[in-house]
């Protein structure tokens, strides 16, 4: 296994335009879930998965916002009218459900929104 | 949600012991201690967790205190790929939970 793959690894992009992110998680894992870091801080939480059902959404999620896991495989996320504050780097990350739930992260997709 | 409290930056000879400090002094009963770190450029990584006992894993040890409001992640002997920002995190338990990160605390190691 290759560990969560995340694409594109970086993004610029202009205002008000939209994008779309992916994430492959771990073949098997039935969490997924979706983090945005911005330079300087820790990386928040912004949604997640089990299997294809989102269970949790931040406050952080805009209407602007969209996540999805159609077949509880793969999941995009997808941000409509970009803004100068979208700009960050999108983590995902993937769990199995096991007593330990450790979550392994992908590298990352940087968002540069000029 | 319970949180943890961090030094925002600690500094480390090669080769030498590291001990990492995290209170948690509202920490509930149920609330496992996770240690992440995340080298940079890439995304966080899991390093070890613990509820009561101390753990030990191949990366590092996990102590935590008799009343566990607070512990301490211990890396034997540093490496410079030991230079990361290191996360201590509460989460409620075994179910599906978001990881609070917070600010961590910024590891440096010098040759």
């Known amino acids: 296994d290759t560990g969560v793959s995340q694409n594109p690894r970086h993004k610029i992009t202009k205002r008000g335009q939209n994008v779309t992110f992916r994430c492959d998680p771990i073949?098997?894992?039935?969490?997924l879930y979706w983090y945005r870091q911005t330079l300087g801080q820790g990386p928040e939480f912004l949604t997640y998965f089990q299997n294809e059902a989102q269970l949790e959404k931040s406050r952080l999620l805009s209407d602007r916002f969209s996540a999805e896991r159609p077949k509880g495989s793969f999941s995009t996320l997808e941000i409509q009218r970009t803004e100068q504050g979208d700009s960050a780097m999108y983590l995902c990350?993937?769990?199995?459900?096991?007593?330990?739930?450790?979550?392994?992260f992908g590298p990352g997709t940087r968002l540069t929104v000029l | 949600d319970a949180k943890t409290t961090q030094p925002n930056s600690m500094e480390s000879n090669e080769e030498e012991p590291v001990h990492l400090p995290c209170n948690h002094s509202t920490i509930s009963g149920t609330d496992y201690i996770h240690w992440y770190r995340q080298l940079p450029s890439q995304g966080p990584e899991y390093v070890i967790h613990g509820l009561t006992s101390n753990v030990n894993n191949r990366m590092a040890s996990l102590a935590i205190a008799e009343d566990r409001k607070s512990s301490t992640l211990i890396l034997h002997r540093a490496t410079l790929r030991d230079a990361a920002v290191y996360y201590c995190i509460l989460t409620p338990g075994n179910s599906g939970y978001a990881l609070n990160f917070g600010k961590g605390t910024s590891l440096l190691v010098t040759p």
């Open positions: 990350a993937s769990s199995y459900r096991d007593p330990r739930d450790t979550q392994y």
């Open positions: 073949s098997e894992h039935n969490r």
